[in-house]
């Protein structure tokens, strides 16, 4: 799988000359298509990074992995990943992933996109597809802004935030993703920070030994657009600031007591105001036929399976 | 109906334009249906949920016309023949997302069962008012290919050749059906599986590390990997080299966007479909396609009856227009009639090719019901003739 020496070339013309660096990720990125897009500071990357240690530990094959993504900063993490990799439209990963694995169900396959891009745009097609328990991994960087529009507001951006939309501060109401994500049937729901990088590769792990509907939320630092817009500083004050509010769900602070959530347990304790404990941890682990076991069961019962 | 004998539905049946539709995408070898229910396009979704499930295909209702198309590009890129199935307002969701698959070069079909509009207008009656929005309702330029069946049989065969012209391009085809013709209820008699010529995507001919995604020869359609072949896949809206990669400089971008425009303009012999009557020397050409070219037929041949000299010319394929084939018919006419259940559309097109030699005369309608005879031999000139022989 190594790339066409004049792709290097067109892409990276400085580092021809330079001794070949090493990266442990070398064998699953797109080491040819680097250096990415992401401003410094970004947490993008480093989800990428743990994401991709996450499905080497699940044992899921290069050949086996899809990534989908919709538009905006964390949709580009399909470009990096070595994988077969569709950029899509605003919003419409998701869909567009369902029709890959039903058209292939041997595959795996993650959405990689942002807050906006799964819930503004896309919120409709994320409701529908956790309520059929569709067989996908949907991963969302939330850095509570639409960051490469330049920080505008979105369904994240926390009440009060300052944003270039929202000079004043925003008196919207952002969602609860881990709450909305098991309300509509998600059979596996986690949130991290991009500080939790061994954590958030661990629930990467787990997640991708699992099927059905799994949502991971990534709490990532956008200094450049969020960060600045509040006076947060760089990129690790910003994840400073977060975790300073940081609370491990099941851990003393954390709420509630224990680490794994039953089947309807309350998770209004895990919306997200930036003067209030930030609440991560895995909420909802539980199993639940997918779309395809259905869709199986069914025909089958009824005799018109081919 | 006997699907356990196999896939294809053979022998004469009598069913609707939209059951025979997707009767022709099953025999082209569709087996991924996404869509979303809406008049009067229902009953192809309902014809595909009883069908694919039963011959290994996959139906699946998504939560709107975006998710449905955005769905059959999914399915198609990882190697199965997709369709979706709608109507006006469905059709103007998936806009964005068709541009999608012309980028993308993503083959699929996409079926529009014309209804009145604007908007909700009128669900449950006839239009044909999409058809410059099928010409260029997404955004930047492409270039769309468009099929117009003008009974449940060609219905049939047009979504068959769809099928094969999606694949042989590497491109979303559309089939421009009108409510008349999907509710109407015929004779289809449906060939032995292998009777028609369908194409298949070219699939990559060199190894994953020799793969180049955007490669073209002469042909301008490049070989297609699928998701799960092992060639690292690397898809993108943005405006992309050869390799896949997301360059968006003008260089690129005028590499890119003249290609996927000639690949379909240089490609005639590949959809270009037409109905000639009576033409060779007719001084008046009707033009008319879907339903409102049953209409037109009718009107020529009592025309004709008269002893008038009245010819028919019906695109099949109606964008990219059967431009050269339509001035041939044309040569020696002193009047171009075109008829067409909307206020004037595809007349513009008539009229840019006419470009003033000889007048055109427009036959409209703001939607609701099929187009008589009567008033296409008015517009031809023979409203006396008519009138006289009621």
């Known amino acids: 799988m190594t790339p066409p020496s004049d792709e290097r070339r067109v892409l990276t013309p400085e580092t021809e000359s330079a001794p070949p660096r090493h990266h442990p990720l070398d064998s699953v990125l797109r080491s040819e298509v680097l250096p990415h897009i992401w401003c410094p500071g970004c947490g993008i990357g480093v989800a990428l990074g743990a994401f991709l240690q996450g499905l080497d530990r699940a044992g899921i094959p290069l050949e086996k992995r899809v990534l989908v993504g919709g538009i905006g900063c964390s ?18 990963a998701i869909p567009f992933a369902t029709g890959i694995k039903l058209a292939n169900p041997s595959l795996h396959v993650t959405v990689f996109a942002g807050d906006g891009d799964l819930f503004a745009i896309g919120g409709n097609h994320f409701i529908h597809a956790a309520r ?19 920080g505008q507001a979105g369904p994240t951006t926390p009440h009060d935030a300052k944003t270039t939309t929202t000079p004043s501060g925003n008196f919207e109401f952002p969602f609860n993703l881990p709450q909305l994500a098991a309300a509509v049937g998600a059979v596996y729901v986690a949130r991290w920070t991009t500080l939790d990088v061994r954590r958030l590769r661990d629930c990467f792990t787990e997640a991708a030994g699992k099927q059905g509907f799994r949502f991971v939320e990534v709490l990532a630092p956008c200094p450049v657009s969020f960060g600045k817009n509040n006076d947060i500083g760089s990129g690790l004050d910003e994840m400073d600031y977060y975790r300073g509010l940081e609370q491990v769900w099941g851990t003393p602070g954390g709420l509630p007591s224990r680490i794994e959530v039953r089947e309807g347990s309350d998770l209004s304790g895990t919306d997200i105001s930036l003067h209030r404990p930030i609440i991560v941890g895995k909420f909802v682990d539980r199993a639940r036929p997918t779309f395809l076991d259905n869709y199986k069961a069914v025909l089958t019962a009824k005799g018109k399976a081919p | ?35 979303y229910p809406i008049t009067p396009a229902t009953e192809v979704a309902e014809r595909m949920a009883e069908r694919l499930p039963s011959i290994g295909g996959q139906y699946i209702q998504m939560e709107d016309e975006i998710g449905s198309i955005a769905a059959v590009l999914g399915a198609s890129v990882a190697g199965v023949r997709a369709m ?49 929005q099928a010409r260029f309702g997404s955004h930047g330029d492409y270039q769309a290919i468009a099929y117009t069946p003008s009974s449940p049989q060609e219905a049939f065969e047009l979504t068959i050749q769809a099928f094969s012209t999606a694949e042989r391009l590497r491109t979303p085809v559309l089939v421009m059906m009108d409510e008349v013709v999907g509710h109407m209820r015929e004779r289809v008699v449906i060939p032995e599986p292998g009777k028609r010529t369908i194409a298949s995507r070219r699939l990559p001919s060199v190894p994953p590390s020799e793969y ?76 008319a396609y879907g339903i409102t070219g049953r209409s037109a037929t009718g009107a020529v041949e009592t025309a004709r009856a008269r002893g008038a000299k009245v010819g028919l010319f019906r695109p099949r394929t109606v964008w990219p227009f059967p431009s050269e084939a339509f001035l041939r018919a044309a040569r020696t006419v002193r009047r171009v009639v075109v008829a067409e259940i909307n206020m004037g559309q595809v007349v513009l097109e008539i009229e840019r090719l006419v470009a003033g030699r000889c007048p055109v005369v427009r036959v409209t309608s703001p939607g609701g019901e099929v187009l008589s005879p009567e008033r296409i031999l008015e517009a031809c000139g023979q409203e006396r003739a008519v009138k006289g022989k009621r």
């Open chain 2, 212 to 287: 180049r995604p955007y490669r073209v020869d002469d042909d301008l359609v490049p070989e297609m990997a699928l998701a799960g072949g092992g060639y690292s896949v690397r898809m993108t809206s943005l405006t992309h080299d050869e390799l896949g990669r997301a360059v968006t400089d003008t260089a690129t971008q005028s590499v890119l966007v003249p290609r996927l425009l000639r690949k379909v303009i240089e490609h005639r012999e590949v959809y270009e479909q037409y109905e000639l009557r009576h033409v060779k020397d007719a001084e008046v050409l009707v033009v």
């Open chain 1, 132 to 150: 059929r328990n569709m067989d996908l991994l949907v991963v969302c960087i939330n850095n509570f802004n639409y960051g490469m529009t330049g």
């Open chain 1, 75 to 92: 949709s580009r993490v399909v470009y990096y990943a070595r994988a077969d990799a569709y950029h899509t439209t605003h919003g419409r």
């Open chain 2, 84 to 132: 979706t199935a709608t109507s006006g307002p469905g059709f103007s969701l998936m806009q964005e997302n068709l541009g999608l698959g012309f980028m993308m070069e993503v083959p699929c079909v996409v079926v529009n069962v014309q209804r009145g509009g604007p908007s909700t207008g009128l669900p449950t009656s006839v239009g044909q008012q999409d058809m410059m």
């Open chain 2, 1 to 35: 109906m006997t699907p356990e004998k196999g896939p294809v539905l053979t022998g004469a049946h009598f069913m609707l334009g939209d059951q025979a539709c997707a009767e022709g995408a099953i025999y082209a070898g569709c087996r991924f249906f996404a869509g």
